[in-house]
């Protein structure tokens, strides 16, 4: 459950554009969309005035992670909790270790997963703010077998992912 403050902390209300926002992990929506991975939702775009979308995604070793594909409206970033991430920027497969943090600009191919025989755990981000959570659903009911494959294809435009293809991603060990 989030818990929106009503109290107005800024020092010149006509700058504000989204109040605080407070979402505590506890009841945060958390949701399986593949097997091996949890993502646990905490700030969509319509809770921060369009700002940033934040989520954690939590995967156990040998979890598919997210395919190659590509933003148009966003930056998205990886900021690496706990454990080991391969992450895919361009045509370069990038090893992220705990602490590490990369962001991907629009139109910039990626794509991420927990590194062979690793875990990973990552706070994920978009900025400007992006509609994801639907999106995040969407994956989880594909899981459960309540949406197809040609859903999420279908759904490209309307989230802002777009599907690529990548020889070195392919190719990583």
């Known amino acids: 459950m989030n818990t929106r403050y009503t109290k107005n902390t800024t020092t010149d209300p006509a700058n504000r554009t989204h109040q605080p926002l407070v979402t505590r992990g506890a009841t945060a929506e958390a949701l399986t969309d593949a097997p091996g991975s949890l993502i646990t939702l905490f700030a969509d775009s319509d809770t921060t005035g369009g700002a940033l979308t934040l989520n954690t995604a939590r995967f156990e070793k040998g979890a598919a992670g997210a395919p190659v594909h590509f933003h148009t409206r966003a930056t998205e970033f990886f ?3 706990d454990g ?3 992450v895919l920027v361009g045509e370069e497969v990038l090893t992220l270790e705990k602490g590490d943090f990369v962001a991907v600009p629009p139109h910039t191919p990626h794509a991420f997963a927990p590194a062979l025989d690793a875990t990973a755990e990552v ?3 978009f900025t400007p703010g992006m509609d994801r959570f639907d999106y995040y659903r969407l994956l989880g009911r594909v899981h459960d077998g309540g949406a197809t494959v040609q859903d999420i294809k279908d759904s490209s435009a309307t989230y802002d992912n777009h599907y690529a ?3 070195a991603w392919e190719e990583r060990a």
């Open 165 to 167: 293809r990548s020889r």
């Open 123 to 125: 706070l994920v981000g």
């Open 79 to 81: 900021f690496v909790v």
């Open 84 to 86: 080991t991430l391969q």
